[in-house]
């Protein structure tokens, strides 16, 4: 999933690559994504809504690839053994 991130276009001015990067690397590591979110500059309440927004949207949209991105980093912590903690 690496490098999949550069490409979105979610609001660029918010959402760059290196928050994205972050975002990831911190819900791989099992954070809640309320904690990987404050860790990685964004509010919860934008990452809450891009994720809302996937469900509305087509499976090519921006908003879609979000999610796919963020439930892999989720995936990945679970399968190496960290416990998954929403918030």
């Known amino acids: 999933m690496r490098g999949e991130w550069t490409s ?5 001015s918010t959402l760059d690559p290196q928050i994205l990067a972050q975002l990831c ?5 099992g954070l809640s994504a309320r904690e990987a979110c404050r860790r990685a500059g964004l509010s919860i309440s934008l990452f809450r809504r ?5 469900g509305f949207k087509g ?5 879609r690839r979000f999610l796919d991105i ?10 190496r053994g960290y416990r998954s903690r929403r918030g």
Not at 8 to 12: A, E, F, W, Y
Not at 25 to 29: A, D, M, S, T, V
Not at 59 to 63: A, I, L, N, R
Not at 70 to 79: C, E, F, Q, T, W
């Open 8 to 12: 979105l276009k979610l609001r660029p």
């Open 25 to 29: 690397e911190h819900l791989r590591k």
């Open 50 to 54: 891009w994720i809302h927004l996937s």
């Open 59 to 63: 499976p090519g949209s921006e908003y």
């Open 70 to 79: 963020i439930n892999g980093a989720r995936a990945s912590a679970k399968a």
